[in-house]
Each structure stands twice: as structure tokens, then as C-alpha cells.
């Protein structure tokens, strides 16, 4: 349905506990980009809580979308589609962005996209570097998903290689909480790290047959600071943090190494939450030192926000690619290809 006019989408994202909307020309230009965060709700439990989450979505999405369209200067009827994340994430949570735009599209008349919120965070580059095309391989390093992926086409993608049990991002949170740092634990692990030394030696991350595992790398750390405090030796915090990070994030370098040496593609990006690590980001100039051509979203746009979703969602509205009002929530979805976790 591509009619050579500008397309306006408006995206909804409530995967987690950020509600946020936004509306995206083209796919590329970001108009308005609204997100309310509970981070500030959620620090006093350690962590999210589903149904605090869910309660705090339906008190704001209303308030959200509207901004997002005054923010853009735009009305619905100058909207093209509603583009809303179905999965993955908290159900009820979902539900609420779900049943919303559902009910939007119903009393508009305006189609329904329904996006996958890990090919949104894959799409975030496509609003950072406005030329981008695929293919390219692309590092997703999200709260609930790492893998490799090979991105063919806007709307297709072939995953190299993908976590066996814990994400990346799940186990920054993890390692955070047991050294008693704040919600949300990937950022404060990433300043604490900054200040320390890479002293503890862990295991790489890649199994065997080239997936990840973060599982062990989580209980490598519980069991450094439980026999420490055994043995009533000072456990420096700052070098854990710092010697977990690079354990973490090695790893997935070391592997996206291997794929790019296979010469497919010249262009490499990250996606997800972590993609805002300082040291990943660092990592990844080593590509550039290689001839390969290096994106990553602006840190903005890493985390949950609503711009991925519109953009994801313009592909699949020019294909004609639309949901219907059957669509559902689904808390376990998982980019096609990659490998189911235990």
C-alpha cells in the first residue's frame, strides 16, 4: 500500500512500565516522541510490579496518545495507522496498548498494525541514521531477548544466534539487585563499572554451539559475593560490576565478530536497552577499524519508547500488512527464527 505520499503512523508502546506514544513520518522522522516512565513507582519494589504496571497504563495511556498528537501537531484524521506493541512483555501490561489502539482504530476508522517490540527496538536505528537499508546484522541486546540477527529485508530477519535462557539485559538487572544497586540496574551497574577494575575472571557467555548463556554468568557473581561474605573478606562493588560487564558484553562481541568475518554484510547496529552500555558502545568502534560501517540509535531511543513502534509499523502498513479486532496480547513472541528459551 505504498501510494508514494507521506505516511503518518501513530505508535503505542506498554510492554513494560513505560507508557508512550509517538507519531513517525516515513517510517524515519520522529514528530513527537512521548514517554512516562515508572521507574520512579517501581525503584521502591526492587523491580517491576505487573499489576502496578498494568493500573499506572490505564490511568495515562489516554493522556499519553494526546500528547503525543498535540506534540506533532497532527489530529487523527491526518493519520495514516495505529501501530501497537502485541508482544513481548508483561501481559497486562500489554493489554492495556493493546485494547487501547484497538479501540481507537474502531471509533477512527484508521487501520491497526500490530508490532513485535523486539523488531521495534531493531527499527530504532532507522531513526537515527535516516539512509540505513538492509541487510545488515544487527546485535539485540534487549531486557528479555539477545541475539544476533541478520536483518534481510525490513519486515524479514534470519537470527544467527540467540540466548538459551537469561537475556543480557535480565541479567544486568539481576547482577544489580544482588549488589544492592537501585532499579533500573543497567545503568547503575554501568557507572559503577566505570570506577572499577576487571579483576574477577568469568566465564565467556557463548556456549558451545554459539548461542549465549547468562545463567551461569548471574550465579557466577551470587556465588563470588556469598563466599566472600563467607570468609569476611571487602568485596569491591565497582570491580565486580566491572568484571561482570566485560563478561557480558565480550561475549557478544567475540560472536558478532565471527559473523561479520564472513564478509555478508558491511553494515553492523545495535538495538535494546543495552545498547546504551558504554562499554558496548565503545566495543563496537572495533568494527569501524575493520571498513565496516557502524549504528547505533541515539541513547533516547534504546530503551522502550513508542518512535520503534511507528516505525515498524509503517513497514508492515505498506505492505498491507494490518491486525484486525481479534488481535491479543502475546507475552512470550519471539522474532521468527530464533531459538525457544527453557
Do not use: W
Request: charged share 20%.
Amino acid at each position: 500500500m505504498n501510494t508514494g505520499k507521506d505516511v503518518y503512523i501513530l505508535g503505542i508502546e506498554s510492554s513494560c512500565d513505560e507508557t508512550a506514544a509517538s507519531v513517525v513520518k516515513n517510517g524515519r522522522e520522529i514528530l513527537s516522541n512521548t514517554v512516562l516512565s515508572q521507574i520512579d513507582i517501581h525503584r521502591l519494589y526492587g523491580g517491576v510490579v505487573p499489576e502496578i504496571a498494568s493500573r499506572n497504563h490505564v490511568e495515562v495511556i489516554d493522556k499519553v496518545v494526546q500528547t503525543a498528537l498535540g506534540d506533532a501537531r497532527v489530529t487523527l484524521d491526518d493519520l495514516d495507522a495505529v501501530a501497537v506493541t502485541y508482544g513481548a512483555g508483561l501481559v497486562g501490561a500489554l493489554l492495556v496498548g493493546v485494547s487501547y489502539a484497538k479501540g481507537l482504530c474502531q471509533a477512527s476508522g484508521l487501520p491497526l498494525v500490530a508490532v513485535n517490540h523486539i523488531e521495534g527496538h531493531i527499527c530504532a536505528n532507522y531513526l537515527t541514521y535516516g539512509d540505513l537499508q538492509p541487510p545488515y546484522t544487527c546485535l539485540l541486546t534487549s531486557g528479555g531477548h539477545t541475539a544476533i540477527v541478520r536483518v534481510l529485508d525490513y519486515t524479514r530477519y534470519d537470527v544467527r544466534c540467540s540466548t538459551v535462557d537469561d537475556a543480557v539485559g535480565e541479567a544486568f538487572d539481576k547482577v544489580a539487585r544482588v549488589l544492592g544497586l537501585p532499579y533500573p540496574g543497567g545503568p547503575q551497574i554501568d557507572k559503577l563499572a566505570q570506577i572499577g577494575n576487571p579483576v574477577y575472571k568469568f566465564h565467556s557467555v557463548v556456549t558451545s554451539n554459539g548461542n549465549f548463556s547468562y545463567s551461569g554468568l548471574k550465579t557466577a557473581v551470587i556465588n563470588l559475593l556469598h563466599n566472600g561474605a563467607q570468609r569476611g573478606e571487602n568485596i569491591n562493588a565497582a570491580d565486580v560490576a566491572a568484571s561482570f560487564t566485560r563478561a557480558a558484553i565480550d561475549g557478544l562481541i567475540d560472536r558478532l565478530h565471527q559473523e561479520t568475518a564472513l564478509g555478508e554484510v558491511r553494515t553492523v547496529a545495535i538495538a535494546g536497552g543495552v545498547g546504551a552500555n558504554s562499554y558496548l558502545r565503545c566495543r563496537m568502534k572495533e568494527f569501524e577499524r575493520d571498513g565496516l560501517r557502524v549504528c547505533m540509535p541515539q541513547l533516547s531511543l534504546c530503551g522502550d519508547n513508542a518512535a520503534m513502534i511507528a516505525s515498524r509499523g509503517y513497514y508492515s502498513y505498506i505492505e498491507g500488512d494490518f491486525a484486525d479486532g481479534t488481535l491479543n496480547a502475546c507475552p512470550t513472541l519471539r522474532l521468527r527464527g530464533e531459538r525457544p528459551r527453557k
